[in-house]
């Protein structure tokens, strides 16, 4: 085995009462990938944040080559020689890729954005990455941003490099680019470390997988000698049935019909041209595409929060037998017809949820206009709110605890729980389980599969185009605003459904 680039010994990280880390002991060895799993609330974030200077531990040693180090901040780390490339990218928009490279560098004359490009150039030719880099961030795909601060790090002379969650809203195509560069890099002696939730790609691509569970290290497996379920057994501490059943629609009825739909941003900006689709009860209809190719802006349109600027959204309400057009209707109006949006975004807190206010309040918050006490129909809140903590396993002291003291994947359940137990007629759930766990993920899952078979439109809107194919019947694919194919989940190839996410020239459905 290789050098030891990194070793973790009995770090313990608290905040107030909370251990987020216990007794942690890792190694990572130079010239390897390692992934870190667990699930949400298992410290792998907090983990990796003392690694890279943004937390510091209250106990245990940090060693970087067989030196033990202290690091205090990023700079710290950074001359340590570690980077961490964040889920969330931290780029100006309005700098080029080079310029973003070298910002905050703070070298006195080193400020020559030719030499700087060169250099940039040559590190993107040594890992086989596609950069241009004067061409500005906001011009940029996602994948191509997430080029810029790999190499940001790669610049600073990086040999220990964190990734989390690389590969969360990119392509089957751009991971597989991604993975390519990995492993050049792992080649040149860089000791990379992997946070993600997608156990295929851990075992395509790392040499082994570390588990935390609850704060504590559980162990570490070579990956060529490990499978799916026991990673997830390590990880949640009990079997979990890892397949989506998914049952045949029974009686499907045109639930929703969307024609010629056009919307503009507030730019003016055409992000939804002639998009037209069918919504059927007892089906999930699966939504796929590169990040901001008009998924959100289709569904805050049936919504009522999107302005339509040509089109039609024509809903067929199965208690009146009724056809009413959703365009001309408030978001109340549409909410009081059973469509509802469950939408996950990244500041989870922003769409329909109140953190100061606990779990129970925010139950009220579905039915408080209709006209009751706002304060004496606690009741059948506190019910749902316990139902849905011990349901999808929301880790939170009470049903009374405000909704911002949760972590972000219990604030999502939350969410989704809600809207999920409103008896909807269509579901339109966006991102459900972005960054859940493996196992609350399959609980939504599950929790989808029974809205379907109870006659529910459901829509999903999802990342991973392996759980898309399993758990869809069929596949609407949206690229630049444009419907590029509509595919069967049963059939359906993930390059197949890839080269349609990005072919923005619209295309033929192929249902």
Known sequence: MSDIALQLKGITKRFGSVVANKNINLCA????????????????????NMISGIYY????????????????????????????IHQHFKLVDVFSAAENIVLGLGEQGRYNIKNSSKKVSQIAEKYGFDIDPEKKIHEMSVSEKQTVEIIKVLYRGADILILDEPTAVLTPQETKKLFDVLRKMKEDGKTIIIITHKLHEVLALSDRVAVLRKGEYIGT??????????????????????????SDPVNPQKR?????????????????????????????LGIAGIAGSGQRELLEAIAGLQHIEQGDIIYNDPKTEKSENLKDKTPLQIRSLGVRLSFVPEDRL?????GNMDIVDNMLLRSY?????????????????????????VVTPSANTPVRRLSGGNVQKVLVGREISSSPTVLMAAYPVRGLDINSSYTIYNLL??????????????????????????????????????????????????YLMTNS???????
């Open 256 to 284: 929703l019909e969307v024609k010629n739909l056009n919307c503009n941003n507030r730019e003016g900006i055409k992000v939804l041209n002639d998009v037209s689709f069918e919504a059927y009860s007892g089906e999930i």
């Open 369 to 393: 206009r209709k006209g009751k006490s706002f304060f004496l129909q606690k009741k059948e809140p506190k019910t749902l709110a316990e139902k849905i903590i011990r349901q999808l396993e």
């Open 29 to 48: 060895y130079t010239g390897e990938i390692l992934s870190l799993l667990g699930e949400n609330g298992s410290g792998k974030t907090t983990l990796m």
């Open 221 to 246: 497996v070579i990956t060529s000698q490990t499978n799916e379920d026991e990673l997830t057994e390590m990880m949640v501490g009990k079997k979990v049935d890892l397949n989506i059943k998914r």
């Open 449 to 498: 599969n029974e809205q379907k078979e109870k006659g529910v439109a459901v829509i999903f809107v999802g990342e991973d185009l392996d759980v898309l194919i399993e758990l869809c019947d069929r596949i609407l694919v949206i690229g630049s605003g444009r419907i590029t194919g509509i595919v069967d989940g049963r059939t359906a190839k993930k390059e197949e459904i890839g």
């Open 350 to 354: 922003g769409m329909g949820l109140v």
């Open 505 to 511: 020239n619209g295309g033929k459905d192929n249902e």
């Open 57 to 84: 531990p209250d106990e245990g040693e940090i060693f970087i080559n067989g030196q033990e180090v202290v690091i205090k901040s990023p700079r710290d780390a950074f001359d340590y020689k570690i980077g961490m």
